[in-house]
């Protein structure tokens, strides 16, 4: 679904093209500054939204923190598994904490003009740090398929050499795919408005505002999401065709759900991410009638929705973790009674 959906949206992005070219050229230049809005109808309120902001904001760092602060301490959980979601939280702190300074800016001291170099950036480690989430799932959905399928292998499969590999692989793609994004829309003309419809850059908000030939734009993002999100879909889908296949093979109905549900976790974080960034993708191509506010609903889902649920879809799902938590929680009650005694 999500690599029909991509596809679908750069292609018709790629089919229209011949309508812009023959946009008058007026003033098109790059821009100095640009100009993020905040939340349609709700301007003289913004000052108030930025309240259930820093609180999820806040969410995400406790939930984040705390997951990598447990799995760093507790040498139980210095297993594969932990290891990747380790990756997993960092990517999502990185994805929030790139979004964080535009968006309480924009809502809190209503300060809505940046510099474009700096639109740029941030837009470059927002799809970055989206493109390392992505690949983090599917090392995850790797890690599931070793571990259900090969038990006895595991630990030889999934050694420390191969993860660290993984993970600067994972990296590094991350890195190099986004980095011609940035840098074939920083040399665009822009001859239309610089406002910009969220609080945050995005490259298909930026592109939308470019006066000139996006064929290229559009042939590079098609290229890159059929590389990059396209095949990471179609690997986890793999993965668990292959995961269920083995389950259903195994006979006591007992070890069947045990199985399972070391899946869970993973497939709640897939849905968490990969949604919103399917209606994403198809309200800002095929959206065009829908309201303002669907536009910057969706977008904030998909940038707050994943870093602020993962870390509570894993400590609510996985025994470990929240045996973990519940230790701390008793340690630092016994503590202070002691310390009130």
């Known amino acids: 679904i999500t690599l029909i959906t991509h596809c679908w949206m750069l292609w018709y992005s790629f089919q229209r093209i011949p309508l812009d070219i023959n946009l ?13 809005a905040g939340i349609p109808g709700l301007e003289d309120i913004s000052y108030w939204m930025a309240l259930p ?11 984040n923190c705390t997951l990598l602060w447990m799995i760093k301490i507790d040498h139980s959980l210095h297993t594969p598994m932990y290891y990747f979601l380790s990756m997993l939280a960092m990517a999502d702190l990185g994805l929030s904490l790139t979004t964080l300074p535009t968006m309480l800016a924009v809502f809190w001291f209503k300060s ?16 970055s740090f989206s493109e390392i989430e992505s690949g983090v799932l599917v090392a995850m959905a790797f ?13 030889s499969v999934l050694t420390s050499t191969l993860i660290i590999k993984a993970g600067a692989a994972i990296f590094m793609r991350g890195i190099c795919v986004v980095l011609p994004v940035a840098v ?26 470019v006066c000139g030939d996006v064929r290229v734009n559009s042939l590079y993002g098609l290229t890159m999401v059929i590389l990059t999100k396209g095949l990471d879909s179609l690997t986890i889908l793999l993965s668990y065709m292959l995961i269920i296949r083995a389950i259903l093979s195994i006979i006591s109905q007992e070890a ?9 976790s993973h497939l709640c974080a897939i849905l968490i991410f990969y949604i919103p960034l399917i209606g994403l993708s198809i309200t800002h191509r095929f959206g065009k ?16 929705v994943p870093p602020v649920l993962n870390p509570l879809v894993y400590s609510w799902k996985t025994k470990q973790i929240r045996r973990r938590i519940l230790i701390l929680l008793c340690q630092r009650r016994s503590q202070k009674s002691e310390s009130d005694w």
């Open 256 to 264: 069947r759900a045990k199985a399972f549900s070391t899946c869970i």
């Open 112 to 127: 809505a003009s940046f510099h474009f170099e700096a639109c740029i950036v941030q837009m470059y480690f927002i799809h």
């Open 289 to 304: 009638h829908l309201p303002p506010l669907t536009h910057t609903l969706m977008a904030d889902a998909y940038l707050l």
């Open 24 to 36: 008058p050229t007026f003033n098109s230049t790059t821009p100095s500054m640009v100009s993020l």
């Open 184 to 209: 074939l829309i920083k040399k665009m003309p822009f001859c239309r408005s610089h406002v910009l419809s969220h609080s945050f850059c995005l490259h298909q908000d930026l592109l939308r505002l």
């Open 143 to 155: 890690d599931r398929f070793i571990a259900i399928c090969y038990p006895l292998r595991y630990a």
């Open 53 to 63: 902001l820093c609180c999820l904001y806040l969410l995400m760092l406790l939930g």
